[in-house]
């Protein structure tokens, strides 16, 4: 098509691609008609050649134009894109080259005017504004004058650039109503710039006071506290303060003062004082500073000790905050961060200072055994910091080993392996006794009032360690809660472990209820199934009609961005997409999972699921009552469960319980469904 020529190279055509889509015809129309506008066609190609009357793309639709790649890349856009900055940069300095200056301006047809009245020359004659620093010394007038109308005559540049004219007089007149206005406003400036330096003389006066104090000053802070007062009073200083008037200032107040240079400091001291300050500065202050430890760790001792802090069970963002004196988190986070009131006021929600205090609580003593020879730490039990158990709790969930959790309380960094199976023997104890009490296995941490679904399914675990001698093949029940922004419900559920109970390890059995799986079977396989006698209907039927609604609206945009030829930036097709870019952007709340405890029996049998239905809808009565119970399976156990509906129908029957499919198997039917459905319309 552009080069005319037969060569090895291989031709290409968007026509006979696999691809239907032609638009790489449309793209190069576009781009020949550029190359046309801007005059610089490649190849020499006569561009109207290439329409037979239907356009550029119709015609080499009509004829399968094809080229070679080398021929088409001397027509990409990288190449429009240079040719276009290089024309309009040529363009652009054609114009700058035609553009008259002041040189080509005529003298005699600019009007001679003063610049600030605007009246000609008269008999005093004008001035031309000949010297540098007229333009900054008049703009500094209009400013303190708030002259608009001459701020805006000086907007287009210096005064000597734009040869500006003016009369002696109307100059020397500016000159006198700005220094007019600042000695009017220096009047009520000088009062508090007096008020400033009173208040300075105070300062260095009460430090002359103390007795046990040499006072020495360096006039740069002294400086900075005057500035800083000046700007609490309202006076504006753009510049530093000058140092040096300063300085003779407080020499006039304090004849007995005096000056020393030291590198680039100035320091301001007393006659009287400079002995005393050269004792201090001499004298070795190792044990002043060890009385301030001293007394800072008696100060922090005293509030660790007068306070009990017991763990509860619970690991919530309260009692992290409140476990820790606030003295001891302060001096923790000020070794941590510095005393500086802005690095504290940033530590606020920082949890290494919180971390590193509930370490040092976990470790303290107050009184240390004389017979005490050990390298151990007595733990206070009134100290049971949350950190030391959570790490325990951790690492014991995850490895099992009994040498690490050891190691580490050994270190001050965790409590003991004995404590930990004290600790989780009390949370068992309790936990069960509560089970007993209310009739039903219910995890604590489930709130009341909240829609409640279960899911069951089988829990397979297969150890890898070589030291492995068993595995595990049971069933496992999860409970599920879905709060949202209008209810999260209730939990009164404050403490899991009962501190008047005596410290044992024996754990507390699960009520029988829960854990004697009663024999089920069904002999007769041939199972009625309840009839449907009409369609359901919606209960709420507004709800049904704002679906409904958002439905159709989604179908209307789909007709919509079929007919273009382009998407929106922000425009969506898909259902899941398009419903997600009309809903707030407000995270919901999460749903509170808790998992039962574990069956070692299989799921795949009638008994366990009847069992596990039983249990789900007597858990779900407790927690909101007035439910229909929701059960989640895979495909055998929905199999399961859908005959014990059929067969105890008056207890778990369809009125009574629903069964579903797990989330996976529901996106599996709907895309089987759908492919059948494609295949049946082909």
Request: net charge neutral.
């Amino acid at each position: 098509m552009f080069c005319q020529d037969h060569t090895n190279s291989d031709l290409q055509c968007p026509v006979r691609t696999t691809k239907t889509s032609v638009v790489g015809y449309k793209t190069l129309e576009e781009q020949l008609v550029q190359f046309e506008k801007l005059g610089h066609v490649p190849m020499s190609i006569d561009i109207k050649s290439l329409d037979d009357g239907g356009g550029i793309e119709a015609t080499m639709i009509k004829h399968q134009a094809c080229w070679h790649k080398s021929c088409r890349l001397k027509f990409n856009q990288t190449k429009l894109d240079r040719l276009s900055k290089k024309v309009t940069h040529e363009k652009s300095s054609s114009q700058s080259e035609c553009m008259q200056t002041r040189a080509h301006c005529d003298p005699a047809d600019v009007k001679a005017t003063c610049f600030f009245c605007d009246e000609p020359a008269g008999s005093a004659g004008l001035h031309n504004a000949s010297t540098y620093d007229i333009d900054s010394k008049v703009r500094k007038c209009a400013l303190e004058l708030n002259d608009t109308a001459l701020l805006a005559k000086l907007s287009p540049g210096d005064m000597m650039a734009i040869e500006a004219k003016y009369h002696s007089k109307c100059l020397v007149a500016l000159y006198n109503r700005a220094a007019r206005s600042n000695s009017a406003d220096d009047n009520g400036e000088s009062d508090l710039h007096g008020i400033a330096f009173a208040e300075l003389v105070a300062y260095i006066e009460e430090f002359r006071s103390e007795k046990n104090i040499a006072p020495v000053f360096k006039l740069a802070d002294l400086a900075q506290l005057y500035k800083a007062r000046l700007g609490q009073l309202g006076v504006v200083t753009e510049s530093r303060i000058h140092t040096s008037r300063l300085k003779l200032r407080l020499l006039s107040v304090f004849p007995d003062i005096r000056a020393h240079l030291e590198g680039r400091s100035v320091i301001l001291s007393f006659d009287n004082d400079i002995g005393s300050a050269l004792r201090i500065a001499c004298d070795h202050d190792g044990d002043r500073n060890a009385m301030y430890l001293v007394q800072a760790a008696k100060i922090v001792r005293k509030e660790m000790f007068n306070n009990n802090y017991s763990f509860d069970g619970s690991f919530t963002e309260e009692s992290q905050q409140n476990v820790v004196p606030q003295s001891l988190l302060a001096l923790v986070s000020m070794i941590l961060e510095g005393p500086n009131i802005e690095c504290q006021s940033q530590l606020i929600n920082r949890r290494a200072p919180r971390s590193i205090s509930q370490l040092l609580m976990f470790n303290s003593v107050k009184h240390k055994r004389a017979t005490d020879s050990s390298s151990t730490v007595r733990h206070n039990q009134d100290h049971d910091m949350r950190l030391p158990l959570y790490i325990s709790l951790k690492i014991h969930a995850v490895t099992r080993s009994r040498n690490l959790i050891d190691t580490l309380f050994d270190l001050g960094i965790c409590c003991s392996y004995d404590q930990l199976l004290n600790l989780t023997s009390e949370i068992s104890r309790t936990v069960s006794q509560k089970y007993s009490a209310d009739g039903v296995v219910c995890p604590l941490k489930l709130n009341s009032g909240l829609f409640t679904t279960a899911a069951v399914d089988n829990i397979d675990y297969n150890p890898t360690s070589a030291t492995a001698k068993e595995s595990f093949h049971g069933t496992g029940i999860s409970l599920i809660q879905h709060p949202s922004y209008i209810s999260e419900g209730s939990n009164c559920h404050k403490s899991v472990i009962c501190q008047s109970a005596p410290s044992s390890r024996s754990v507390a059995h699960l009520p029988s209820e829960y854990t004697s799986v009663a024999p089920a079977s069904i002999r007769n396989k041939s199972f009625i199934v309840p009839c449907v006698d009409s369609f359901v209907q919606p209960t709420n039927v507004q709800k049904y009609a704002e679906a409904k609604v958002g439905e159709l609206a989604w179908r209307n945009e789909v007709m919509k961005s079929i007919t273009k030829d382009q998407l929106d930036k922000m425009q969506w097709i898909s259902w899941s997409a398009y419903h997600a870019s009309i809903q707030d952007a407000v995270v919901p709340p999460p749903a509170i999972i808790a998992l039962l405890p574990l069956f070692v029996k299989n799921a795949n049998s009638i008994a366990m699921i009847k069992h596990t239905m039983t249990i789900v809808q007597v858990a779900v009565a407790h927690l909101n009552p007035g439910q229909v119970p929701v059960l989640a399976a895979y495909q055998p156990l929905f199999a399961l469960a859908k005959q014990i509906q059929w067969t105890w129908s008056s207890v778990l029957g369809e009125n009574y319980f629903i069964i579903m499919f797990g989330g996976l198997h529901i996106e599996m039917a709907v895309l089987k469904v759908s492919i059948d459905t494609l295949n049946e319309n082909r």
